[in-house]
């Protein structure tokens, strides 16, 4: 069983910075990507950065060159950097994840439970 542990989010002022980690637990026998997705209230799903095994790393428009996403393969663990952060960057932010099972070495998408981003003007 594997299971995606987010923490950070908070309530920031605009123009502010907040930091968002993820750490995959459990029969992980490889992690092929790990990324962070948004949702704001009446909006779907979207992707605001993802990273891969590779090294290669790819932003949402809305959020190039203002967060970074970086990760560290020994912890099986990503963050993410929000910086200048905007009230349209309000969210609540899941982590997902790209893993093949140490059990079945099948590969399955993952999500984490979810961390509230809310940016005051």
């Known amino acids: 069983q594997v299971q995606l542990v987010e923490s950070g989010g908070g309530l920031v002022q605009a123009g502010g910075s907040l930091r968002l980690s993820c750490t995959a637990t459990?029969?992980?026998?490889?992690?092929?990507?790990m990324g962070w997705y948004r949702q704001a209230p009446g909006k779907q799903r979207e992707l605001a950065a993802l990273?891969?095994?590779?090294?290669?790393?790819r932003y949402d428009d809305s959020v190039k060159g203002r967060f970074t996403i970086s990760g560290d393969t020994a912890k099986n663990t990503v963050y993410l950097e929000m910086n200048s952060l905007k009230p349209e960057d309000t969210a609540v932010y899941y982590c997902?994840?790209?893993?093949?099972?140490?059990?079945?070495?099948?590969?399955?998408?993952?999500w984490g439970q979810g961390a509230q981003v809310t940016v005051s003007s």
């Open positions: 990273l891969t095994r590779a090294g290669i790393v």
């Open positions: 459990g029969n992980i026998l490889r992690v092929n990507s």
């Open positions: 997902n994840a790209d893993i093949v099972s140490l059990i079945t070495s099948v590969n399955l998408k993952y």
